[in-house]
T-cell receptor
Framework: NAGVMQNPRHLVRRRGQEARLRCSPM?????VYWYRQLPEEGLKFMVY????????ESGMPKERFSAEFPKEGPSILRIQQVVRGDSAAYFC??????????????FGPGTRLTVT | AQSVSQHNHHVILSEAASLELGCNYS??????LFWYVQYPGQHLQLLLK??????LVKGIKGFEAEFIKSKFSFNLRKPSVQWSDTAEYFC???????????FGRGTSLIVHP
């Protein structure tokens, strides 16, 4: 049973470029969460999605950041016109449908974004 | 809004020493509690969780945690640490039916052989 998959694992972008981070949830999971981790800090929630719906984006910056989870394919976190402050590790997590272990999240390996 | 405090940001121990990492949260209702571990260069893995029932929870690799409702605490313990326990440890809390866990800042544990 494959776990949560993220790619790329490492991404280098110049200032002003776009970054696209992909997350494939565990099989059978319909909920996806994106987090950002900065050095010496914990995980900061960014956005929570179900298939084709954004449920909660309260942690996502209003500008330059967007996320989607289409009916087919992985969830995408998109950062436009990246700046140095966007350099961080971005983690995706997934959880099963409501009921059972819904509240337990399974994390991917993360994408380390470096903006030069 | 709920918050999670991990008081020890950096802990250094020798092998075989006992470990206790503190976690306090600020939500008065029903909570789900988690401890995650992040080994160097790896993703977060679930160590243990509490949803209901016995407040003393056993996890993987000899870890346990005790939920003390009156103290709003969920401290992580291990009687004898190993060098391989060197990692970052995160406490997380879901409260009030929220789908979004709040994570503590994390505790960096270094175990010297």
């Amino acid at each position: 049973n494959a776990g949560v998959m993220q790619n790329p694992r490492h991404l280098v972008r110049r200032r002003g470029q776009e970054a696209r981070l992909r997350c494939s949830p565990m099989k059978g999971h319909s909920h996806v969460y994106w987090y950002r981790q900065l050095p010496e800090e914990g995980l900061k929630f960014m956005v929570y999605l179900q298939k084709e719906n954004i449920i909660d984006e309260s942690g996502m910056p209003k500008e330059r950041f967007s996320a989607e989870f289409p009916k087919e394919g992985p969830s995408i976190l998109r950062i436009q016109q990246v700046v140095r402050g966007d350099s961080a590790a971005y983690f995706c997590a997934s959880s099963p449908p409501i009921g059972g272990d819904f509240y337990e999240q399974y994390f991917g390996p993360g994408t380390r974004l470096t903006v030069t | 809004a709920q918050s999670v405090s991990q008081h020890n940001h950096h802990v250094i121990l020798s092998e075989a020493a006992s470990l206790e990492l503190g976690c306090n949260y600020s939500y008065g209702g029903t909570v789900n509690l988690f401890w995650y571990v992040q080994y160097p260069g790896q993703h977060l893995q679930l160590l243990l969780k509490y949803f209901s029932g016995d407040p003393l929870v056993k996890g993987i690799k000899g870890f346990e945690a005790e939920f003390i409702k009156s103290k709003f605490s969920f401290n992580l313990r291990k009687p004898s640490v190993q060098w391989s326990d060197t990692a970052e440890y995160f406490c997380a809390v879901n409260g009030g039916g929220s789908y979004i866990p709040t994570f503590g800042r994390g505790t960096s544990l270094i175990v010297h052989p």
